[in-house]
């Protein structure tokens, strides 16, 4: 009864059904006796151990709240409704509204040469003479018309290297041929450069065609020094004072950094965030190290166990949210993926977590020498002397690219959707699938999940987020926040 | 001497002095005033009539050039159909209805009244060009089919600057619906539809109609596809408040690409009056829920308006999304508002809240740096 309704109302329970069925859902323990559980569309909700269990066993109090919280979140349904089949569709196509459009992401490697010995690098450099491993005005021709066969309204030119300055003749040339040849797509053009080579007529033409710039930044002077070596050990002064010289003349956001945390960073993830907020960064990304390359070799000296990463991933975590509270506001790059991924209906499209991934369908890389890659570590794992993420040359298809290739076999075998464990877990509509890093660590693109640093690593950061966002109301605020 | 005193009840414009469409257009003239020339098809007096003219209500003397009419000479009677400076002028279609909403403020009629479209297809070509906006109302307009086609065509050719909202519970947009509305391209049209719950029985209940929920899901769903824009609008009464900030996260999860979202105070006009006591909360009690579902679709980055209530009883969050909202002629401010420092900013009441109002209604002091910029802080 409704106390007040007139009686030519009908009472809601004429509109009420005390029957429900099960949606599609995944659980997964999070602690104590917490369970995280996620349906179709990526929708998850936390709940008590007791709670799953009524939930499963049909035992819900029909139309308590929490029957009601979770009929609103589409993970059990009754009577009174059926429209929640096309939303839990048009929620799933959302979120993979990125794969008609193809490849977005194109790295040109224009050389492979370095001025900087970084023990951690991640492709094999050569010293700064010879030639012989920068990219051709031939190759860059045929990869230009390779990249615009790609169906993509959003194309991102990449350029990569060894030290892509140390061709910039060659980027100039791809920039304005790129224009030349833009049939109407969004063209964005990003430098990822340590900067020491960076000329003012560079940033006249960086300023003329809105270029943008990606270098890498490891943290307070010592620590990059000692990451980054370079014959006057002055790697840190010349990056600061070139980001300011970018900012200066393209603007503040037209310079981003990347980090990458080695065994000497992992004891101080708050000097590294606040040398970032010192030089005027709104964002860092905490990244853990590759297995490829240098990193590879060197991997006894630098290298370090994922879980003192994911120790050092929250003590960072924890002191950005604490600058936030007190006002400074600095975002990190990798949570905030997450949280989009956790938090809202919408694409994203960070390459390294997608279903199904995204080697070759959102990535290709066309290296110094012509060879086309399905990815980043896929072209690193090459220069390590596998090939198996070539797709081919750049004097193929790009047809023969991805139909006469084992690319999209990989793909289709890859999806978490069809992984032992993945299929199962609750994180899969937030997680994404890299044969790239499993095939290297593991040495089969499907991986083995129990001894997955990839796993461990983002199901340990998921479970860490999610907590924060349960347990701690003012970290919850800060995050939500940032998407 | 004027044929029209006894014709047949027509439509007609008021025209002035000089007018070169006089023929067709009434004339307003005061009690005391002379008659114009005899162009015009008739003459209003405020007041008595002289011989052939027709007397209306003093009352109606805010009568403008411009201002359309539906005389019924016979009878005596005058509707006021259109007026020229008014920014809330409604299209009223239908008293019908296929709902039968708890707090409905116009209660549904279920009589033949096809007539009204007829009158507004023949009302549209008379407005100014220069309106701002009209809104289409019932009823449920889209109970009118063609005729809904027909008027939005119509607005589009005669008042192709003026913004179009249908206020529609949203149940009749079929895809196919959906698309021949979509096709007449009309440049500025919004559909402002109803939710009232994440649960659907509740939706149901609320709006009295088994599978409503569904057909109006459906039917945003398919105006979406269409290009069409939406306005979700949900009135917060006892019966909706408690689960707000879950249908606020229902429209975030699932209906993220809505225009905006207006959460509305009741208005104490019709059913809400019959049921007050099954929907009446005071708004000062469910300031949490409110400040919870603001939020909420704000970081979804979703566009949200607070309707109908006023800035004394608004959490100091919630402000900047406060909107002056109520039609002119419906507006009031009660005593205690005379001294109030923010009166200006504030929406005010609906003439009926004389029934019922907050009991948090009070005059605010001049707080040093008070402005509607502050409180924007709900978002960050």
Known sequence: MTPGLNKSFRELKTYQSDEYRLLPMRFLFLDADRYIITNLAGGHRVIKRHQLDDLVNHRLAAHSILYDDLKGDHFLADGDSDVYGELLAAKYRTRHAHLPDFTALHLFVVTLRCDHSCQYCQVSRVSEDRPAYDMTQETADCAIGLMFRSPSPYIKVEFQGGEPLLNFDLIRYIVEEVNRRNDGRHVQFVITSNLSSLTDDMLDFCAQNAIFFSTSLDGPAALHDHNRPRPNRNSHALTVNAIQRIRDRLGDDSVSALMTSTAESLTQPEAIVDEYVRLGFRSIFLRYISPYGFAAKTATHIGYETEQFIAFFKRGLQHIIKLNSLGTNIQEVYTRLLLQRILTPHVTNYVDLQSPPGIGISVLVYNYDGDVYASDEGRMLAEMGDKRFRLGTVHNTHRELFLNSDVLPTVFETMLEGLPECCDCALLPFCGSDPVFHYRTQGSTAGHRPTSAFCKRNMELMRHLIRLLEDDHEAASILRSWI | ?380
């Not at chain 2, 008659?35 to 011989?51: Q, S, T, W």
């Not at chain 2, 109803?194 to 929920?213: E, I, M, N, R």
């Not at chain 2, 959490?315 to 508002?337: G, T, V």
């Open chain 2, 1 to 380: 001497m004027f044929e029209a005193i006894d014709a047949e009840p027509f439509i007609a414009r008021i025209g002035e002095r000089g007018s070169t469409h006089c023929a067709k257009e009434a004339f307003v003239v005061r009690e005391d005033e002379v008659a114009p020339p005899k162009e015009f098809k008739c003459v209003l007096r405020l007041g008595k009539p002289r011989p052939g003219e027709i007397g209306i209500p003093k009352d109606l003397e805010y009568l403008c050039v411009g201002d359309i009419l539906r005389v019924n000479g016979p009878a005596r009677e005058i509707r006021v159909l259109y007026r020229r400076h008014s920014p809330h002028n409604i299209l009223f279609f239908t008293e019908r209805c296929n709902s039968r909403c708890l707090m409905c403020s116009q209660p549904p009629r279920a009589v033949e009244d096809g007539y009204l479209v007829e009158e507004i297809l023949e009302t549209i070509p008379l407005m100014s060009p220069e309106t701002q906006e009209l809104c289409i109302t019932g009823g449920e307009p889209t109970l009118a089919g063609e005729n809904f086609l027909e008027v939005i065509e119509a607005t589009k050719q005669w008042l192709p600057q003026t913004s179009l909202h249908v206020l529609s519970n949203g149940r009749l947009f079929s895809i196919d619906f959906a698309r021949q509305i979509a096709a007449i391209g009309h440049p500025d049209l919004m559909f402002g539809i109803p939710l009232y719950s994440d649960v659907a029985s509740k939706h149901d209940f609320t709006v009295q109609a088994k599978g409503a929920f569904d057909q109006t899901i459906r039917g945003i769903m398919n105006l979406e596809r269409c290009g069409l824009r939406v306005e979700l609008r949900c009135v917060i009464h006892k019966q909706t408040v408690e689960r707000l900030p879950q249908t606020a996260r229902y429209i975030a999860r699932n209906l993220p690409f809505v225009n905006h979202v207006a959460l509305m105070g009741l208005e104490m006009m019709g059913f809400t009056k019959t049921n007050i006591d099954a929907l009446w909360i005071d708004p000062a009690d469910y300031q949490s829920q409110l400040c919870a579902a603001v939020r909420i679709l704000t970081q979804s980055r979703i566009m949200v308006m607070i309707y109908n209530h006023q800035l004394c009883v608004l959490d100091r969050a919630l402000w900047p999304f406060a909107r002056k909202s109520i039609s002119d002629w419906k507006n009031i401010y009660m005593s205690e508002c005379d001294e109030c420092a923010s009166r200006n900013q504030c929406g005010g009441f609906f003439a009926s809240a004389a029934v019922r109002h907050s009991r948090g209604i009070r005059a605010l002091k001049n707080v040093r740096g008070d402005n509607t910029d502050l409180g924007s802080s709900i978002g960050a």
